[in-house]
């Protein structure tokens, strides 16, 4: 038997359990420095160009004259820069069209949003048959698209005396976003733990008692994420509008801004203006959500 250099026999001192081996200088320093992804980088820069230069065209094009935009560079800045686009905006019945549009949008995410969170509330904590079929009914509207049923729902507008109203375009597109919103905020309460159910229940509190103090806060992100969603759907709509609607007063921006082309050609520095200043609120409903939005999107994916 061997002995080491302490006088303790080799056979008493543990091996080593790294497979391979002692970590030496030259492997430390490999461990610590990765390798930078260039070909992520390369991608993410290439995105973020395709997705700036129409921004930047939106915008600098707006502040063009129409003789500068037909005869100047359009991504070359702007010679002689003017408001005159957003004054003819402002002038031609934006401020109405926005207006409205901002009626739609807010009408459309309170009737989700009040109506998926018991109803996901019903069918996360309720294992019932009747209640998970009705459920699966319910995502056929995913696979339903608007187009295919315009003509039922213009008749029910007209039968119920709604046809030109504003609300004769919330109640479509709110129907229209609730297949996603339900499946988006399921899956969220599903992710919640079954002891804190039953903590509610030991501590006495009642299905609407657990709805406001438990799975209120802790959906935050999926109710987020249902806003942002059906808020854009909503404000981008068209479909329900044009059909829907007839008269210059209920005209949303997505049908306003057929206003600036003639007979004689298109307006297109004042479309650009009038396009700019509609992409405001929503890239705002955006920032304020975005933190929220991963988490949503990503709810139940871990099961």
């Known amino acids: 038997m061997s002995l080491t250099q302490s006088g303790v026999p080799t056979a008493l001192v543990p091996a080593s359990t790294d497979p391979a081996g002692p970590v030496t200088g030259r492997r430390r320093r490999k461990v610590g420095r990765e390798r930078p992804n260039w070909l992520a980088g390369v991608l993410s820069v290439f995105w973020l160009v395709l997705v700036l230069v129409p921004l930047y065209y939106l915008v600098n094009?707006?502040?063009?004259?129409?003789?500068d935009y037909l005869r100047d560079n359009p991504l070359a800045p702007p010679?002689?820069?003017t408001l005159e686009n957003y004054e003819s905006v402002f002038t031609g019945g934006f401020g109405r069209?926005?207006?409205n549009n901002i009626i739609v949008t807010v009408g459309t995410v309170?009737?989700?949003?009040?109506?998926v969170v018991p109803a996901a509330y019903a069918v996360a904590r309720n294992a019932s048959p009747l209640v998970q079929r009705g459920f699966s009914v319910m995502l056929i509207g995913l696979a339903v698209p608007a187009q295919a049923t315009i003509i039922p729902v213009f008749l029910l507008i007209n039968q119920m005396r709604l046809y030109d109203t504003l609300l004769a375009v919330i109640l479509p597109t709110a129907a229209f976003a609730l297949p996603v919103a339900m499946l988006v905020m399921t899956n969220s309460?599903?992710?919640?733990?079954?002891?804190?159910?039953?903590?509610?229940?030991?501590?006495?509190?009642?299905?609407?008692?657990?709805?406001?103090?438990?799975?209120?806060?802790?959906?935050?992100?999926?109710?987020?994420?249902?806003v942002v969603f059906t808020a854009m759907n909503a404000?981008?709509?068209?479909l329900f509008p044009l059909v829907l609607t007839q008269s210059a007063d209920q005209r949303t921006l997505t049908?306003?801004?057929?206003?600036?082309?003639?007979?004689?050609?298109t307006n297109v520095p004042g479309l650009l203006a009038a396009v700019t200043l509609s992409l405001l609120p929503i890239f705002a409903v955006y920032l304020v959500g975005r933190r929220?939005?991963?988490?949503?999107?990503?709810a139940g994916f871990g099961k």
């Open 61 to 67: 094009g707006s502040f063009r004259t129409r003789q």
């Open 79 to 81: 010679g002689n820069p």
């Open 97 to 99: 069209y926005f207006l």
């Open 110 to 115: 309170a009737i989700v949003v009040a109506l």
């Open 189 to 226: 309460l599903r992710d919640i733990p079954n002891e804190l159910y039953e903590a509610q229940t030991l501590d006495g509190a009642g299905a609407f008692g657990t709805l406001r103090n438990l799975v209120l806060p802790l959906a935050k992100p999926a109710i987020t994420t249902v």
């Open 235 to 238: 404000w981008n709509g068209f």
């Open 255 to 265: 049908l306003g801004l057929t206003t600036f082309q003639s007979q004689f050609g």
């Open 292 to 298: 929220y939005l991963l988490g949503g999107l990503t």
